[in-house]
Structures are given as C-alpha cells and as structure tokens.
Nanobody
C-alpha cells in the first residue's frame, strides 16, 4: 500500500524559509508526477508545485521565484524549498503523487507564517 509522509512543517516568521519533505513507501516504481498542494482556511486546495519523472516542473504564480521543488528519484522523495515566506503562504501542505492515473495523498503538514 502506497503511503506518503510529509515532514518539515511548522511556524516561521515572514521572510523565513522552510523545507518540506515527502517520502513515499510501498511503491516499487517511480511516480509519474510528485508535487505539493496547499489548502488555506476557507479556501480550496491548490497546486503549489509539481515535478514530472523527466524533470519538468510547474509552479503556481504565487510561489514562482520563491519555492523550488526537487525530487530524489531513487528514494521516491519530493522536497519543497520555500524561501521568502509570506503570511499568505499559511496553509496545510499536502504531498501528492501520481502513478498511472492513480492519485495518492499525504495527510498534510501545517505551515504557519506569523510574527
């Protein structure tokens, strides 16, 4: 059974940095896509960043230039380096992985940007 486990969330001041990690288990093959979504209170879940098996990346306009997604293909792990964090980045961040059309989700990790 595939499981995605996020780590690295927490409280950080505006302008600070955090690095999220998502480790996958129970999968023998590489995921077609791995990425991060977030859901702020009262808002819909939105894509933050994603990376394909061949290294193509996609970012939401709100995080371009501040966040960087990367993958460790051997370990089936995806990272999200977040810099210059803003209060509006506050949300629960979810790891997502896709394999042959099947979507997998982590349980989420809370990130709070506040002074």
């Amino acid at each position: 059974q595939v499981q995605l486990v996020e780590s690295g969330g927490g409280l950080v001041e505006p302008g600070g940095s955090l690095r999220l990690s998502c480790a996958a288990s129970g999968m023998r093959f590489g995921f077609n896509v791995m990425g991060w979504y977030r859901q702020a209170p009262g808002k819909e879940r939105e894509l933050v960043a994603s990376a394909t098996m061949i290294g193509s990346t996609k970012y939401s306009d709100s995080v371009k230039g501040r966040f960087t997604i990367s993958r460790d293909y051997a370990q089936n792990t995806v990272y999200l380096q977040m810099n210059s964090l803003k209060p509006e980045d506050t949300a629960v961040y979810y790891c997502n992985a896709i394999f042959n059309g099947a979507n997998y989700w982590g349980k989420g990790t809370l990130i709070t940007i506040s002074s």
